[in-house]
């Protein structure tokens, strides 16, 4: 089978590899589409250090069971599926406790000791597998990944109705955080970006106001909208150490932080005095799994739409290039959100 294989930092290559089979408790899926991650970025640069080379990366798909590992009765074969990433060993404390992003021994299919689903077969838990309708659409399927994210953090602090949100970061999955904050029933949202195609895009997600933070200081606009209140949640989306700080300088007294940016540039200076005395809670969340089931159904049901994201589409043979030629990086082409559909 072919599958894009990463070989170290700025080395992709479309390869032939064996089928590989199902080990007890997994399954094989014949891989229908799968979504570019910012992850698959990272990697592909070398910022993520816990990749060992070489591994065929992706891990943002899903397909079409085809071959139950042993042990395996449910999904049966010929079942449609998205497939959330993290292999938890079930195990330890923080797997009893359902914490699986936290897991002591954890994997990521297509990034952690685990081959992944740039190929057109991949094998995955059958606990990974999550089954979606047939009126999905396979490009829309590879979305379900990123929405999932978003969704698992709200889950788990909720946005009182009718309070402020400010979001950080207008990529897909700030997108995603605005129209899920107007779902919750939120007041006025805030959609900081320095792209004004994403920005403008931000409207038709819900947000009330978009600041490109190139031009002007989202905090002092974001104070003056709420009487210097400043807003109860603030979601820092956009992995960047300036958002991190501005977000922080936004926040409404007792409100909440949530980091779901990873900002790779290292350490960010925050005030703790601000954070003890005006009662912030900072919250910080890498799970998804938990968000995959309610994901399907958003998508599913229309209320939350991929397709405005989806701006690029490549095969599994084209991969390699559009990474070489930095397309994603360097957001060439309005990129958005790209998919590879086998
Ligand atoms: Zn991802
Ligand atoms: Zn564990």
Redesign the pocket.
């Known amino acids: 089978m072919k599958a894009v294989v990463y070989k170290g930092p700025e080395n992709l290559a479309l390869e032939e590899r064996e089928v590989p089979e199902p080990a007890p408790g997994e399954v094989l899926i014949e891989t229908k589409a799968v979504?570019i991650?910012?992850?698959?970025v990272s990697i592909y640069y070398g910022n993520f250090k816990k990749i060992e080379p070489p591994l065929t990366i992706g891990?943002?798909g899903g397909g079409v069971v085809r071959e139950l590992g042993e042990g395996v009765d449910w999904p049966k074969e010929g079942t449609r599926v998205a497939v959330s990433?993290l292999d938890y060993c079930g195990k330890c404390e923080y797997c009893i406790d359902a914490r699986y992003s936290l897991c002591e021994n954890l994997k990521t299919i297509g990034m952690i000791e685990r081959e992944g689903e740039y190929a057109e077969y991949f094998v995955a838990p059958a606990r990974n597998c999550h089954v979606i309708p047939e009126s999905l659409e396979w490009r829309q399927a590879a979305l379900i990944?990123?929405l999932a994210?978003p969704v698992a953090t709200i889950e788990r602090r909720n946005i009182p109705v009718n309070s402020g949100v400010a979001v950080f970061g207008a990529g897909p999955a700030g997108l995603f955080f605005a129209r899920l904050a107007k779902l919750k029933g939120a007041g006025e949202v805030y959609l900081m970006g320095h792209n004004d195609d994403r920005l403008e895009l931000g409207r038709s997600y819900g947000a009330d106001r978009i600041i490109n933070t190139h031009d002007t200081d989202p905090v002092e606009t974001i104070l003056e909208f709420t009487n210097g209140k400043g807003t109860e949640t603030v979601i820092e989306a956009a992995g960047s150490e300036q958002a991190s700080s501005q977000g922080l300088s936004s926040l409404a007294k007792g409100g909440t932080m949530m980091v779901y940016g990873i900002v790779e540039s290292g350490p960010v200076a925050v005030s703790m005095e601000d954070i003890a005395l005006d009662e912030y809670e900072l919250f910080g969340i890498a799970d998804?799994t938990h968000g995959y089931n309610q994901a399907i159904e958003l998508i599913g049901a229309g209320e939350v739409e991929v397709e405005p994201l989806i701006t690029h589409q490549f095969s599994l043979s084209e991969l390699p290039d559009a990474f070489s030629r930095h397309l994603m990086r360097d957001k060439k082409e309005g990129y958005i959100k790209g998919v590879v559909e086998l």
């Not at 991650?37 to 698959?40: F, P, R």
């Open positions: 979504g991650c910012g992850s698959d891990h943002e990433p990944d990123t994210g998804n």
